[in-house]
């Protein structure tokens, strides 16, 4: 098992028999890494800023100067937000309780499969009871290059801003980096590769966001193209999770491909916006991959449909689209060529450059009809 795929391990015993023991338990074992096992509780908020663990093990029993409630407490006041394990004695019974910060009560002894199982299910638990199913993930997909996936990404990020959403757009064109060429941004800016690899906090994502002039945060890709190959599922999966915490809507500018990247970018949406052209090619690859996203088991509800230039037909029957996709489109966005092409040239979303142009009102309908969705945990799909 990869390091980055392990559960991180802190713990805070004083019994040097009892850390041993421990020690001992986790020694053969590949799911979870033991970071530490501390002896002062003191410096547990220190602690958890170093190592950066994904659970805390407390001794409820401990004896030195700051005694076990004390430790619970500063954990649960640090801001990190991270699940505990408490240790006791059956002489001394305690209760889960989430609200003060217990996620789970393990009783000494406890063989390895008991704590195994204690920290997978708490790992687990505390991922499906966060706060991540109040946000809008929306994955901006095109199975075909140049039908506008991109721009219009760009543009419908900024719309949900103006609509009041506290919006964050990813640049899922993790090799290329497509956002970074349209908003001219520097090649030394932060990206996805700066967040920390083993548990981001949101005070990483302070110095890692780029600002952009129309009021949203951008997450970039990495400025180089061999770069794509540092970053993982596991990896996204986490920036996903914090992400959710902080920001209601999340856009993500997705590449053509469908690579395990992609497929986590999809599984985590809660909707999947396919961009489509009247274009033979762009028509067939929809039909396609919406076959496709139907067999790995997606909803219907999951899946809505955009036809970008849809004034611009070029002879091909609007009827052929939507046999293709089995449904008539969700969202039409007429063509302005001129606007779009001034406006990327300049870095600047249409929607802000010209907000009256009709393909400015397309895709501020498209946001207000997202930002109305129901605010529901992602369709699992593959998983």
């Not at 993982?232 to 920036?239: G, H, M, P, S």
């Not at 611009?312 to 293709?324: I, K, N, V």
């Amino acid at each position: 098992m990869a390091s980055s795929d392990q559960i991180r391990l802190l713990v805070v015993e004083d019994v040097p028999q009892v850390a041993q023991y421990i020690r001992n338990l986790l020694n053969t074992q590949a799911l979870v890494k033991l970071l530490d096992i501390v002896t002062d509780g003191g410096r547990i908020v220190a602690d958890i800023a170093e190592l950066r663990p994904d659970i805390v093990v407390i001794d409820a029993l401990l004896q030195g100067k700051t005694r076990a409630p004390a430790v619970l407490e500063m954990v649960r006041q640090s801001g990190n937000s991270l699940p505990v394990i408490l240790l006791t004695v059956p002489q001394t019974p305690i209760k889960p309780d989430p609200n003060r910060g217990i996620h789970a009560v393990l009783t000494m002894p406890f063989s390895g499969y008991d704590l195994l199982t204690a920290i997978n299910q708490v790992k687990a638990d505390f991922d499906a009871g966060s706060s991540e199913a109040t946000s809008q993930l929306i994955a901006v997909f095109g199975p075909k290059g140049g039908v506008g996936r991109t721009t219009l990404a760009f543009n419908l990020a900024v719309s949900l801003g103006q609509l009041g959403r506290k919006t964050v757009l990813i640049d899922g064109s993790i090799q290329y980096g497509d956002l970074r060429g349209l908003l001219k941004v520097p090649p030394d800016a932060p990206s996805i590769l700066d967040l920390p690899t083993d548990r981001v906090a949101q005070s990483d994502l302070q110095d890692t966001l780029w600002r952009d002039p129309s009021g949203i945060d951008i997450l970039m890709a990495p400025p180089r193209i061999e770069q794509a190959e540092m970053l993982t599922v596991r990896d996204v999966e986490k920036v996903l999770s914090i992400l959710r915490r902080v920001y209601p809507m999340i856009v993500i500018d997705m590449s053509a491909a469908i690579n395990d990247i992609n497929l986590c970018f999809l599984d985590n949406a809660t909707t999947i916006l396919q961009i489509a052209t009247y274009e033979s090619m762009a028509v067939r690859n929809v039909a396609a991959v919406t076959e496709t996203f139907r067999a790995i088991g997606y909803p219907e509800s999951k899946l809505r449909f955009v036809v970008n230039r849809a004034d611009s037909a070029g002879g091909m029957s609007p009827e052929l689209l939507a046999r293709a996709i089995g449904r008539q489109p969700d969202h039409l966005v007429q063509s302005d060529g001129r606007l779009v092409v001034a406006s990327n040239n300049e870095g600047v979303p249409f929607v802000l450059a010209q907000p009256d142009a009709p393909i400015s009102r397309d895709v501020r309908a498209i946001a207000v009809q997202l930002a109305d969705l129901p605010r529901v945990p992602a369709a699992a799909g593959r998983r």
